[in-house]
């Protein structure tokens, strides 16, 4: 069975930084990329971030350009995201997630296949 496990979250004043790690265990026979995505009280789920193992490419949503960071080792299955700069509005509860499909792009959430527990991330003063 394969689990991922987020840690990392908490409560920061805007400007802040925080950093979420995610790190995956059991049989996962490919894994393709990892992406982080978030979802906010009363709305849906987004993208955040992603990254391809095999071409280290890395995929951002436009207002987390400049001040988030994706990161990872895909040898040890754990992948982290750097936030900096943090605002109100990045307020949610934060998922990372593990594509082991080759098809389908890393910015839709349908196409990941395995999700961890998630992380509140909460930026207020």
């Known amino acids: 069975q394969v689990q991922l496990v987020e840690s990392g979250g908490g409560l920061v004043q805007p400007g802040g930084s925080l950093r979420l790690s995610c790190a995956a265990s059991?049989?996962?026979?490919?894994?393709?990329?990892m992406g982080w995505f978030r979802q906010a009280p009363g709305k849906e789920r987004e993208f955040v971030a992603a990254i391809k193992w095999s071409s280290g490419s890395t995929y951002y949503k436009e207002s987390v350009k400049g001040r988030f960071t994706i990161s990872g080792d895909n040898a040890k299955r754990t992948v982290y995201l750097q936030m900096s700069s943090l605002k109100p509005e990045d307020t949610a509860v934060y998922y990372c997630?593990?594509?082991?499909?080759?098809?389908?792009?890393?910015?839709?959430?349908?196409?990941?296949?395995?999700w961890g527990q998630g992380a509140q991330v909460t930026v207020s003063s």
């Open positions: 997630a593990a594509k082991t499909r080759i098809s389908g792009t890393s910015t839709l959430d349908e196409n990941y296949d395995f």
């Open positions: 059991g049989r996962i026979f490919s894994n393709y990329a």
